[in-house]
């Protein structure tokens, strides 16, 4: 009985198998479109059921190019190599000798200021302003000058603008254009010498040509300008008395607004909290819950990350933008610190030694003893504001990257004193050491196998 029953059973799913091989390969015969950057999905239309307008939008905005993208007007290409010589006069006589407005429309709907500001051409903006240029024109990417603009950090092009009433308000979306990207995650190569790191990063810019491009995806204005450290700029835009939003979402589109619920639907958040609750039954505080989910979402958040922080975080400080962690969530990052970088040996001196004499152990303690002694030495204290929570979470997020780079990639961490890269002093170590329990200890933990 049982065997006929699992007959019958293996029967019945090879039926349906087939029958799901057979439609996928019938919907796979009829599916055959070619989309472009200027398809139009007409809803109801058969390639609707495949893809929606929002995202061939969205992929012609991540791939379209105000510097690469070639002018397909043969009368307008002189105008448009004048704009990116910043050729100021060239630009002037050539609107007036084809009795052109100095909004012609050019490649996608781009207007000659938006080149302008792009290309951080303070005095060819200028004069077309003067000639009357609307700069409130959005192109078909709803990008207008002060995106092109904030895009490629041209903050004197960006004051000019501002200056003439153009509003980031009216510019929530900016495109990523190639700015520095030193975040720790980038770490490309380190130079240990005693307690000095020289930290090496990858210069993506390089690798970024017309011909070798990558997607240039949609971020809020101001998160774009924090999150990639772009100085200059934020300082012209916040001085300008703008208020940023105090929440920004992560994703292909951005989202954002001054209340947590702006951007996450309500009973995605409820399942958030439910999902905390029971994870951690005996211990959950909804409020502290709340604060540290919300602070995530915020501009001081995307400041974690980077080296050369302070003057980003001075800046929005300054400017009191809204978004900074609570004093309960200040606490609990403290007692964090605390619990997880103290030892009872620490003292003024550092008395601590691990118990394997070797370079990797020896830096992780020091590591420890420096956290502690630098962020938080009191068991009972706290962050006593903002900067002082960030300091910590910036090193903690540096030194735990490094550590992470060190495992992944030691032959790309020179010891200075050593004269040797981590992957040889480990061999190193190893081969030397007369502790058979020590050898174990680096086969194991350090050193590579094939």
Not at 52 to 79: A, G, M, W
Not at 336 to 348: D, G, L
Not at 390 to 399: G, L, Q, R, V
Request: aromatic share 14%; charged share 30%.
């Amino acid at each position: 009985m049982k065997n006929k029953f699992l007959n019958s059973f293996i029967i019945i799913t090879l039926v349906l198998v087939a029958f799901i091989a057979y439609n996928k390969f019938k919907l796979s015969q009829n599916s055959h479109f070619t989309v472009t950057a200027d398809t139009i999905i007409k809803p109801g239309s058969e390639i609707s059921k495949y893809v929606t307008q929002e995202e061939v939008d969205s992929f012609s905005f991540r791939y379209s190019d105000i510097h690469c993208d070639k002018e397909n007007n043969s009368t307008l290409i002189p105008l448009r190599n004048a704009l990116e010589n910043k050729d100021t006069s060239k630009v002037l006589k050539f609107l007036k000798d084809n009795n052109l407005s100095a909004d012609i429309k050019m490649l996608d709907g781009r207007t000659p200021i938006m080149y302008s500001a792009f290309y951080n051409d303070i005095n060819t903006t200028k004069e077309l302003i003067n000639l009357g240029a609307n700069i409130h024109i959005k192109d078909r990417y709803k990008l207008n000058a002060l995106a092109y603009a904030v895009s490629i950090n041209s903050a004197d092009t960006v004051k000019v603008l501002l200056d003439n009433n153009l509003t980031i308000e009216e510019t929530p979306v900016v495109q990523y254009y190639y700015p520095q990207r030193k975040f720790y995650r980038t770490i490309d190569k380190i130079i240990i010498d005693n307690d000095d790191i020289q930290i090496k990063y990858q210069d993506f810019t390089k690798e970024e040509t017309c011909q070798n491009t990558s997607s240039k995806s949609a971020y809020e204005t101001m998160e774009y300008l924090v999150t990639f450290n772009i100085y200059d700029t934020a300082k012209v835009i916040l001085e300008s008395g703008y208020k940023p939003y105090t929440y920004i979402g992560y994703g292909e589109i951005p989202v954002y607004g001054n209340y947590i619920y702006d951007i996450f639907p309500q009973e995605n958040i409820n399942s958030k909290i439910e999902y905390a609750k029971n994870s951690n039954k005996d211990i959950f505080n909804l409020k502290l819950f709340m604060d540290e989910f919300s602070y995530d979402y915020t501009l001081y958040k995307r400041i974690e990350d980077y080296p050369n922080h302070e003057p980003m975080l001075d800046l929005l400080l300054e400017h009191n933008v809204s978004g900074q962690p609570s004093k309960e969530l200040l606490k609990k990052e403290y007692d964090r610190c605390y619990k997880e970088n103290y030892k009872e040996c620490f003292n003024k001196d550092n008395s601590c030694r691990p118990v394997f004499e070797i370079y990797d152990e020896i830096r992780a303690l020091n590591v420890m003893y420096k956290l502690f002694k630098n962020y938080c030495p009191d068991k009972n204290g706290t962050f006593k504001n903002t900067k002082e929570f960030i300091a910590f979470k910036n090193e903690d997020k540096k030194e735990y990257v490094i550590s992470s780079f060190k495992n992944r990639s030691p032959e790309k961490v020179f010891i200075k004193d050593k004269n040797m890269t981590l992957d040889k002093l480990r061999e190193y170590e190893y081969k030397n050491s007369e502790d058979e329990n020590e050898r174990n200890f680096i086969k194991t933990y350090y050193l590579k196998t094939n």
